[in-house]
C-alpha cells in the first residue's frame, strides 16, 4: 500500500492516489479533500523520528486516509437524510488526469467505470465497511490483510464485506456494454434542445428514471421522476424555462453526458446509464457548489 521511504517529495506524490480512493469512498470531492488533508496532518504531526520509523508511508497515509473516510461515511447517512431533495455524487469533468496537476482535486482524478455515476450511485447502498473493503480490494487492489487495518476487522471479515459489496453491485446495476453510448447521448441532445417529446420518448426506457439534485440552492425537482413519458415532458419543460439554453456534450464521470449553460454559466451536469439502445437512468446534478470543477471546463 504505497510507496518506501519518508522523503517529502515522496509523500507528497501519495496524493493523487489518496484522493482518488476518497472520492471513490464519498463521492464528493470537497469531503475527499478534506479527508486526504487530515491524512497528511496527522502525517506531519508525527514526531520526525516516529515518520522515519514507517517504512511505508503510503500505506500509512492510505490507512489513515481510509478510516477518516470510514468516520465521514458513518455520519454520512444523517447527514443526507437532512439535504434537500436528492443526493448525487459529485460530476467530474474529464481532465484527462497525468496532463494536469493543479489544486482542484478533479485535476488528479483518474477517470474509469468506478467513477461512473450509476457505479457510485450503487456504493450509496452499501454500508460504510462493505464500501471501504469493496473499493479498497475490488477497484484498487489491495490485499485483505491490509485492508483490516483500515476496519480494525480480521482478513476473513474484510473478505465477506467486499464480497457482501459485490453482490450489491450486480444486483444494483447489471453489466451494461458501453457501444453506442455517444450515439444516444447526441441524440438526446437533439430532441432535448428541438423541445421534440416525441423523440425523447423514443430514447427514454419506459421506465427510465430522472433524479436531479439541486441541494436546496437552486431548483430542481425533489423526488425522482419515474416514466419516459413524464421525464420527457419535464425536460422540454426546463428548455422552454430557460431560453437560450445551450447544450454541449462533454464527458461526465468518464462516460458520454451533457453540460447545460446560459449565458456561458453551467446550470447543470446530466450522465446517463443506457441499455439496448435506451437511457434507463438520467442523473442530474445543479447543485452549484457541485459545479465548481466544471467552471473551467466548457
Given at each position: ?276 439502445g435506451r437511457v434507463t437512468r438520467m442523473w442530474v446534478v445543479r447543485n452549484p457548489e457541485k459545479l465548481r470543477p ?5
Amino acid at each position: 500500500m504505497g510507496t518506501t521511504g519518508t522523503g517529502t517529495g515522496e509523500v507528497a506524490g501519495e496524493r493523487r492516489q489518496l484522493i482518488n480512493i476518497a472520492y471513490r469512498l464519498l463521492g464528493s470531492l470537497a469531503e475527499a479533500e478534506d479527508a486526504v488533508q487530515e491524512a497528511y496532518t496527522r502525517w506531519y504531526a508525527l514526531p520526525r523520528a516516529r515518520r522515519e520509523e514507517i517504512e511505508a508511508p503510503g500505506a500509512w497515509l492510505t490507512t489513515v486516509t481510509g478510516r477518516v473516510c470510514l468516520d465521514v461515511l458513518g455520519s454520512a447517512r444523517a447527514r443526507r437524510e437532512r439535504y434537500v431533495g436528492s443526493w448525487l455524487p459529485d460530476p467530474l469533468p474529464d481532465r484527462s488526469a497525468g496532463d494536469r496537476e493543479g489544486g482542484d482535486p478533479a485535476d488528479l482524478m483518474v477517470l474509469d467505470e468506478s467513477v461512473s455515476m450509476a457505479f457510485l450511485v450503487v456504493l450509496e447502498s452499501m454500508t460504510p465497511a462493505e464500501r471501504v473493503a469493496f473499493v479498497l480490494h475490488d477497484v484498487f487492489r489491495y490485499p485483505f490483510a491490509e485492508i483490516a487495518g483500515v476496519l480494525g476487522r480480521t482478513p476473513a471479515a474484510c473478505k465477506q464485506l467486499a464480497a457482501s459489496g459485490r453482490r450489491r453491485l450486480r444486483t444494483g446495476r447489471p453489466p451494461v456494454a458501453a457501444a453506442g453510448r455517444d450515439d444516444v447521448v447526441r441524440q438526446v441532445k437533439q430532441a432535448w434542445e428541438a423541445r421534440n417529446i416525441a423523440a425523447l420518448v423514443g430514447l427514454l426506457d419506459p421506465a427510465a428514471v430522472l433524479t436531479a439534485d439541486g441541494g436546496g440552492l437552486v431548483s430542481a425537482v425533489a423526488r425522482p421522476v419515474e416514466g419516459g413519458a413524464r421525464i420527457a415532458a419535464y425536460m422540454a419543460a426546463v428548455a422552454d424555462r430557460a431560453p437560450g439554453l445551450e447544450l454541449l456534450e462533454r464527458s461526465v464521470n468518464g462516460t458520454p453526458g451533457l453540460v447545460a449553460l446560459s449565458g456561458g454559466t453551467v446550470l447543470t451536469v446530466a450522465s446517463f446509464d443506457i441499455a439496448d439502445g435506451r437511457v434507463t437512468r438520467m442523473w442530474v446534478v445543479r447543485n452549484p457548489e457541485k459545479l465548481r470543477p466544471w467552471l473551467d471546463d466548457v
